[in-house]
C-alpha cells in the first residue's frame, strides 16, 4: 500500500486515486480542523484555569494559615545558593538542598569556619524554616561554639575585641532562635531553647522567664519549663511574689516537682517576700 | 462495560510494556541514595541523621516520581505511532478515548506502585535506622532511671516516625498524577517524545511560579499592562505545583490540616481530569 506522510501531523493518506490537489485540500481541512482543536484545548485551558482559581487562591490562604511555605524565594537566597541551588529550590527540592548544605555545615565546623557556618545556616534555615532542628542546631553552634572560640582566639591579641566578637556571636544565636520562634510559633522547643541562651549567656532572666513560660503553655512541653520559668522570674525584679505562686503550685502538686533546687527556691522566696509561717511549704 | 475493560486491557498492558523497559532501575539508585546517605551521615546528632534521612528520601521521592511520570508518558504516543501499535489498537472496536486513558491508567498504576515500593524502602531504613539508635541509648542509660531512660526513648522515636509523613507522600503521588496527564496532553499535539519531555519540564518549573504570577496579577500591582497579561497569562495556562509542595513541612514534623489535605487532593484530581479530557479532544481530531 502506497503511503504518504503528512508534513503537518504524520497523517497518511491513501493517495493512489486521489490528484495532487485533492490531497493538497484535504491536508489544509485537516490542518484548520486540528488547529481549531488545539485553539480550543488553549481556550478551553484557560477556562478551566479560571475555575481553578478560587481553589487555588483558597489553598494558598489556608496554607499560609497554616504556616506551610515559607520559603522567600528572592534574590537574596539565588545570590546564596548559586543559580543551581536556586533552580532545585524553585523546583520544590527545597528540603534535600538543605540537607546537603547541612553536611557542608559539619564540615565548615570541623574546620571552625564559624563564617561560613553563619552563611550556611542563614540559607539552611531559609530553605527549611520549619525544621527546629536547624535553628536549634544553627543557634547553638553560634551561641555556644563560635562565641566560645572567638573568646579563646590567640590571634586576637585584644581582650576587649575577643569580648565583643563573643557578644555578636551570642547575638547571633539568639537571632536565629527568635526568626526560628517568628517561623513555628506553634511549638515550644525554640521558647525553650531562647530561655536557656538568655539565661546562660545574656542573663537576662526577666526574658529567659517569659520564653521558658512562653514554652509552657503548649500542651506537648516537658514539665521543666514551668519549673525554669519559676526559678527565673525569682531573679526578675518585681516578679518575685508570682515565682512564688507558681514554683509553690508546683511543690504541691506532689514528690515528682519537689526537687532540692525547687525547694531552695521556694525558701529563699518565702524569706524575701516574708511569708508567714503558716504558709510557708514545710507547714504543708 | 465493553470499553471499560478495553480500557483496563490498555493499561495494564502499558503498565507491564513499562515494567518490561527496566523502568525500576531508579529504584536502585533510590535504594543507593538512602542507605548511602544513612552511612554517611552517621556521624551527627541521630536527630541529624533521622532529618537528613527525610530530606533526601522524600526528596528523591519526588524528583524521581516526578521524572517518572513524565519520561514514561511523553514516548507512549509517538512510539505507538512509530511501532504502528496504534494502528492495530485503533482498528479495533476502541474509542481514542479508552485508549488515551488506558495509557493513563497505565502510567498511574506504575506511578503507584514506585511510590509504594520507595515509601517501603524508606521507612525500612528509617526503622532500622531508630532500632540502632534506640539499643544505643538504651545502652547509654542503663545505669539511669527508668524515667531518663524512658523520656530519651521518646525523643528518639518522635525524631523518626510520624504519621504526617503520610499525607506529603500521597501529595507526591498526585502532583506526579497531574504530570504524567499534563504530559499525556502535550504529546497529543508533540511531533516527538523528545519535544514533549522538554515542553512538560518547561512547565514543571513554570508552574512552580504560577502562584507568584497570580498573586502578582490579582494584586492589582501598577505596571505595564503587558506584565500584568503575562502574569494572567501564567496563572491561566499553568497548572499550580507550589500547592503540592508540602514535603519540606510535613518532613520538618508539620501536620497537614485534613481540610487543606482533601482540596489539595481534589485540586490535583481536577488537574488530572482535566488535561486528560483536553487530551482527548486534541487527540480525537490528530490525523494518523
Same mark, same amino acid.
Given at each position: 500500500?502506497?503511503r504518504?506522510?503528512?508534513?503537518?501531523?504524520?497523517?497518511?493518506?491513501?493517495?493512489g486515486?486521489l490528484?495532487?490537489?485533492?490531497?493538497?485540500a484535504l491536508?489544509?481541512?485537516?490542518?484548520?480542523?486540528?488547529?481549531?482543536?488545539?485553539?480550543?484545548?488553549?481556550v478551553?485551558?484557560?477556562?478551566?484555569?479560571?475555575?481553578?482559581?478560587?481553589?487555588?487562591?483558597?489553598?494558598?490562604?489556608?496554607?499560609?494559615?497554616?504556616?506551610?511555605?515559607?520559603?522567600?524565594?528572592?534574590?537574596?537566597?539565588?545570590?546564596?545558593?548559586?543559580?543551581?541551588?536556586?533552580?532545585?529550590?524553585l523546583?520544590?527540592?527545597?528540603?534535600?538542598?538543605?540537607?546537603?548544605l547541612?553536611?557542608?555545615?559539619?564540615?565548615?565546623?570541623?574546620?571552625?569556619?564559624?563564617?561560613?557556618?553563619?552563611?550556611?545556616?542563614?540559607?539552611?534555615?531559609?530553605?527549611?524554616?520549619?525544621?527546629?532542628?536547624?535553628?536549634?542546631?544553627?543557634?547553638?553552634?553560634?551561641?555556644?561554639?563560635?562565641?566560645?572560640?572567638?573568646?579563646?582566639?590567640?590571634?586576637?591579641?585584644?581582650?576587649?575585641?575577643?569580648?565583643?566578637a563573643?557578644?555578636?556571636?551570642?547575638?547571633?544565636?539568639?537571632?536565629?532562635?527568635?526568626?526560628?520562634?517568628?517561623?513555628?510559633?506553634?511549638?515550644?522547643?525554640?521558647?525553650?531553647?531562647?530561655?536557656?541562651?538568655?539565661?546562660?549567656?545574656?542573663?537576662d532572666?526577666?526574658g529567659?522567664?517569659?520564653?521558658?513560660?512562653?514554652?509552657?503553655?503548649?500542651?506537648?512541653?516537658?514539665?521543666?519549663?514551668?519549673?525554669?520559668?519559676?526559678?527565673?522570674?525569682?531573679?526578675?525584679p518585681?516578679?518575685?511574689?508570682?515565682?512564688?505562686?507558681l514554683?509553690?503550685?508546683?511543690?504541691?502538686?506532689?514528690?515528682?516537682?519537689?526537687l532540692?533546687?525547687?525547694i531552695?527556691?521556694?525558701?529563699?522566696?518565702?524569706?524575701?517576700?516574708?511569708?508567714?509561717?503558716?504558709?510557708?511549704?514545710?507547714?504543708? | 462495560?465493553?470499553?471499560?475493560?478495553?480500557?483496563?486491557?490498555?493499561?495494564?498492558n502499558?503498565?507491564?510494556?513499562?515494567?518490561?523497559?527496566?523502568?525500576?532501575?531508579?529504584?536502585?539508585?533510590?535504594?543507593?541514595l538512602?542507605?548511602?546517605?544513612?552511612?554517611?551521615?552517621?556521624?551527627?546528632?541521630?536527630?541529624?541523621? %533521622?532529618q537528613?534521612?527525610?530530606?533526601?528520601?522524600?526528596?528523591?521521592?519526588? !524528583?524521581? /516520581?516526578? *521524572? @517518572? $511520570?513524565? =519520561?514514561?508518558?511523553?514516548?507512549?504516543?509517538?512510539?505507538?505511532?512509530?511501532?504502528r501499535?496504534?494502528?492495530?489498537?485503533?482498528?479495533?472496536?476502541?474509542?481514542?478515548?479508552?485508549?488515551?486513558?488506558?495509557?493513563?491508567?497505565?502510567i498511574?498504576?506504575?506511578?503507584?506502585?514506585?511510590?509504594?515500593?520507595?515509601t517501603?524502602?524508606?521507612?525500612a531504613?528509617?526503622?532500622l535506622?531508630?532500632?540502632?539508635?534506640?539499643?544505643?541509648?538504651?545502652?547509654?542509660?542503663?545505669?539511669?532511671?527508668?524515667?531518663?531512660?524512658?523520656?530519651?526513648l521518646?525523643?528518639?522515636?518522635g525524631?523518626? %516516625?510520624?504519621?504526617?509523613?503520610?499525607?506529603?507522600?500521597?501529595?507526591?503521588? !498526585?502532583? /506526579?498524577? *497531574? @504530570? $504524567?496527564? =499534563?504530559?499525556?496532553?502535550?504529546?497529543?499535539?508533540?511531533?516527538?517524545?523528545?519535544?514533549?519531555?522538554?515542553?512538560?519540564?518547561?512547565i514543571?518549573?513554570?508552574g512552580?511560579?504560577?502562584?507568584t504570577?497570580?498573586?502578582?496579577w490579582?494584586a492589582?500591582?501598577?505596571?505595564h499592562?503587558?506584565?500584568?497579561?503575562?502574569?494572567?497569562?501564567?496563572?491561566?495556562?499553568?497548572?499550580?505545583?507550589?500547592?503540592?509542595?508540602?514535603?519540606?513541612?510535613?518532613?520538618?514534623?508539620v501536620?497537614?490540616p485534613?481540610?487543606?489535605f482533601?482540596?489539595?487532593?481534589?485540586?490535583g484530581?481536577?488537574?488530572?481530569?482535566?488535561y486528560?479530557?483536553?487530551?482527548?479532544?486534541?487527540?480525537?481530531?490528530?490525523?494518523?
Amino acid at each position: 500500500m502506497n503511503r504518504k506522510r503528512s508534513v503537518f501531523s504524520g497523517s497518511v493518506f491513501r493517495n493512489g486515486s486521489l490528484s495532487g490537489g485533492a490531497v493538497s485540500a484535504l491536508n489544509t481541512e485537516n490542518f484548520s480542523s486540528m488547529i481549531a482543536r488545539r485553539s480550543l484545548a488553549v481556550v478551553l485551558l484557560a477556562g478551566f484555569g479560571a475555575a481553578f482559581l478560587p481553589l487555588q487562591i483558597r489553598l494558598a490562604d489556608e496554607a499560609k494559615a497554616a504556616n506551610f511555605r515559607k520559603t522567600a524565594l528572592n534574590l537574596d537566597l539565588r545570590e546564596r545558593i548559586g543559580q543551581m541551588g536556586f533552580l532545585a529550590a524553585l523546583s520544590g527540592f527545597r528540603s534535600p538542598l538543605a540537607a546537603f548544605l547541612w553536611i557542608e555545615v559539619h564540615t565548615a565546623w570541623e574546620n571552625t569556619e564559624w563564617g561560613r557556618m553563619a552563611g550556611l545556616f542563614d540559607t539552611v534555615t531559609t530553605l527549611q524554616p520549619r525544621s527546629i532542628l536547624y535553628w536549634d542546631m544553627a543557634a547553638w553552634h553560634m551561641a555556644y561554639n563560635a562565641s566560645v572560640a572567638a573568646m579563646q582566639d590567640q590571634k586576637q591579641p585584644s581582650e576587649a575585641l575577643r569580648i565583643r566578637a563573643q557578644r555578636q556571636y551570642f547575638n547571633l544565636g539568639r537571632d536565629l532562635l527568635e526568626r526560628g520562634i517568628r517561623n513555628n510559633p506553634d511549638k515550644y522547643q525554640l521558647y525553650l531553647q531562647l530561655g536557656v541562651l538568655l539565661r546562660d549567656k545574656f542573663e537576662d532572666h526577666c526574658g529567659a522567664a517569659a520564653a521558658f513560660l512562653r514554652a509552657s503553655e503548649f500542651p506537648d512541653a516537658p514539665p521543666y519549663c514551668r519549673r525554669f520559668a519559676g526559678y527565673e522570674m525569682a531573679k526578675c525584679p518585681g516578679r518575685e511574689r508570682e515565682s512564688y505562686e507558681l514554683l509553690k503550685k508546683l511543690y504541691l502538686e506532689g514528690d515528682r516537682q519537689r526537687l532540692p533546687t525547687l525547694i531552695n527556691v521556694l525558701r529563699e522566696m518565702e524569706k524575701k517576700l516574708d511569708i508567714p509561717a503558716t504558709e510557708r511549704v514545710e507547714s504543708h | 462495560m465493553k470499553s471499560l475493560q478495553g480500557t483496563w486491557a490498555i493499561g495494564w498492558n502499558t503498565f507491564t510494556e513499562l515494567v518490561r523497559m527496566k523502568v525500576f532501575y531508579f529504584l536502585l539508585i533510590f535504594a543507593l541514595l538512602i542507605i548511602g546517605n544513612s552511612a554517611f551521615v552517621a556521624k551527627f546528632s541521630f536527630q541529624e541523621q %533521622f532529618q537528613m534521612l527525610k530530606d533526601i528520601s522524600l526528596g528523591a521521592m519526588s !524528583v524521581f /516520581s516526578s *521524572l @517518572l $511520570a513524565i =519520561l514514561a508518558t511523553a514516548n507512549f504516543l509517538p512510539k505507538d505511532i512509530e511501532d504502528r501499535t496504534i494502528y492495530t489498537i485503533l482498528a479495533k472496536p476502541v474509542p481514542r478515548f479508552s485508549y488515551l486513558l488506558g495509557k493513563l491508567v497505565g502510567i498511574l498504576l506504575l506511578l503507584a506502585l514506585s511510590i509504594l515500593l520507595m515509601t517501603g524502602l524508606f521507612l525500612a531504613v528509617l526503622w532500622l535506622r531508630e532500632r540502632g539508635v534506640l539499643a544505643e541509648t538504651r545502652a547509654q542509660l542503663a545505669g539511669g532511671s527508668a524515667e531518663d531512660l524512658a523520656l530519651a526513648l521518646k525523643e528518639v522515636t518522635g525524631s523518626t %516516625f510520624n504519621a504526617n509523613l503520610f499525607p506529603g507522600i500521597a501529595i507526591i503521588f !498526585v502532583k /506526579s498524577a *497531574l @504530570l $504524567a496527564s =499534563l504530559t499525556l496532553f502535550l504529546s497529543t499535539f508533540a511531533s516527538s517524545g523528545l519535544f514533549a519531555i522538554l515542553m512538560a519540564i518547561a512547565i514543571y518549573f513554570i508552574g512552580h511560579l504560577q502562584a507568584t504570577a497570580r498573586e502578582f496579577w490579582l494584586a492589582g500591582v501598577d505596571v505595564h499592562w503587558w506584565s500584568r497579561l503575562l502574569a494572567a497569562g501564567v496563572a491561566l495556562l499553568f497548572p499550580d505545583l507550589q500547592a503540592f509542595n508540602y514535603v519540606d513541612d510535613v518532613i520538618a514534623g508539620v501536620a497537614v490540616p485534613t481540610g487543606l489535605f482533601l482540596q489539595t487532593l481534589s485540586l490535583g484530581g481536577l488537574y488530572v481530569a482535566v488535561y486528560f479530557f483536553l487530551a482527548a479532544i486534541v487527540f480525537a481530531g490528530r490525523e494518523l
